[in-house]
């Protein structure tokens, strides 16, 4: 079906005015400057589940009143860098069986109850671009390099790309799972 300019709203035919404001890095500004846009008005319940629902795993009242009372974004993520890591190697290190699964149990704990919420969901993120699985045999009896993996994701997701692809390609796990073992 063809859409013709009449059938289109009225604003949308108008040109497009060219974005003026200035943007700068994340770190390009001034520590401990808070910027413009922080000061300008409380954050909405409305407006903080959004952004907490893209953040982390989820918005929560507690977690809403947070980001409330830091009064910026900004403030919030430079507290979620600043948050010890959830890590999942130490709990998986204490399975009584190899091929027992807990790093999916604390996986769902870290991504429920963990404090570091934002990192938590980069690591995820960025463990969906640069996977590796257990199904081969090598990995599937190996849970602890499994969670070894992932808590370099969550270190390495709030640094460099560039860092980050480092540490993927040289981690022993992406080694064992792009290797022609018994191909």
């Not at 604003?11 to 974005?19: C, G, N, R, T």
């Not at 400057?33 to 952004?51: E, G, H, L, Q, T």
């Not at 999942?88 to 204490?94: F, H, V």
């Amino acid at each position: 079906m063809r859409v013709t300019s009449r059938e289109l709203p009225a604003h949308w035919s108008q040109p497009l005015q060219p974005d003026t404001r200035k943007h700068k890095c994340r770190g390009s500004r001034a520590p401990g400057a808070v910027p413009a846009s922080s000061r300008a008005a409380k954050i909405s319940d409305i407006a903080a589940v959004r952004f907490l629902n893209q953040a982390t795993f989820g918005a929560s009242r507690v977690s809403i009143e947070e980001l409330q009372a830091f009064g910026s974004y900004d403030a919030w993520i430079d507290r979620q860098y600043s948050l010890p890591i959830s890590r999942s190697r130490g709990y998986t290190a204490n399975a009584p069986r190899a091929l027992e699964p807990r790093r999916h149990d604390i996986w769902w704990i870290n991504a429920i109850e963990g404090d570091d919420q934002l990192r938590q969901r980069l690591a995820f993120a960025w463990s969906q671009i640069m996977v590796v699985n257990d199904i081969d045999y090598e990995l599937a009896v190996n849970q602890v390099a499994l969670a070894s993996y992932y808590d370099m994701l969550a270190e390495a997701c709030t640094g460099n790309f560039r860092d980050l692809l480092e540490r993927v390609t040289l981690h022993p796990v992406m080694g064992i799972f792009l290797s022609m073992l018994r191909n």
